[in-house]
T-cell receptor, first 111, second 114 residues
């Protein structure tokens, strides 16, 4: 699976959009981009995933660049409850749910 | 609908001992995956069980072993504990193994090895 690079930490003002970047320059054609988050003292929570088209669900939007070498997770109106570590993972569907998480981005939403 | 539960929540063992951690999968889920999360790191895949058989394994030594029962609950066993085994152990359940099936994580078991 391709490696990802994320900034170690970010701050966002409450009510504003949080834009979390992820670099995956070695991504291959059949690898998807997945995002999970982990709130302190809890297990990770699935957010969204995509292949090449932008995706949106009730939690977030995922924007993948045309060359697929980077992506951005967007939380449109961040709340204090969105404070968490956000993980970007690139993998193929062939390995099912076998995920290897990096160190992620620690997002702090500031009141 | 009951979510993923794990027991115990905390555990302290000494080096060389053996430990068993337990996981009850979410209702309707037949697949359980186990992860190890060291302090300050992301979770690392240990192995996955599907219908009572191991179905994929990460880069962990054989002293990490598991079981899945007919009701799809699972155990993680670690023999000959080492100090580096101190971590949060997470299990996640999902339905099926093909492609991506959303997995739901439990709260984890915090293991401390002294």
């Amino acid at each position: 699976d391709a490696k990802t690079t994320q900034p170690p930490s970010m701050d966002c003002a409450e009510g504003r959009a949080a834009n979390l970047p992820c670099n995956h320059s070695t991504i291959s054609g059949n690898e998807y981009v997945y995002w999970y988050r982990q709130i302190h003292s809890q297990g990770p929570q699935y957010i969204i995933h995509g292949l090449k088209n932008n995706e949106t669900n009730e939690m977030a939007s995922l924007i993948i660049t045309e060359d697929r070498k980077s992506s951005t997770l967007i939380l449109p109106h961040a709340t204090l409850r969105d404070t968490a570590v956000y993980y970007c993972i690139v993998k193929t569907p062939n390995t099912g749910n076998q995920f290897y998480f990096g160190t992620g981005t620690s997002l702090t939403v500031i009141p | 609908e009951t979510g993923v539960t794990q027991s115990p929540t905390h555990l302290i063992k000494t080096r060389g001992q053996q430990v068993t951690l337990r996981c009850s999968s979410q209702s309707g889920h037949n697949t359980v995956s186990w992860y190890q999360q060291a302090l300050g790191q992301g979770p690392q895949f240990i192995f996955q069980y599907y219908r009572e058989e191991e179905n994929g394994r990460g880069n962990f030594p054989p002293r990490f072993s598991g079981l899945q029962f007919p009701n799809y609950s699972s155990e993680l066993n670690v023999n000959a504990l080492e100090l580096d085994d101190s971590a949060l152990y997470l299990c996640a359940s999902s339905q099926g193994t093909g492609g991506y099936n959303e997995q739901f994580f439990g709260p984890g078991t915090r293991l401390t090895v002294l």
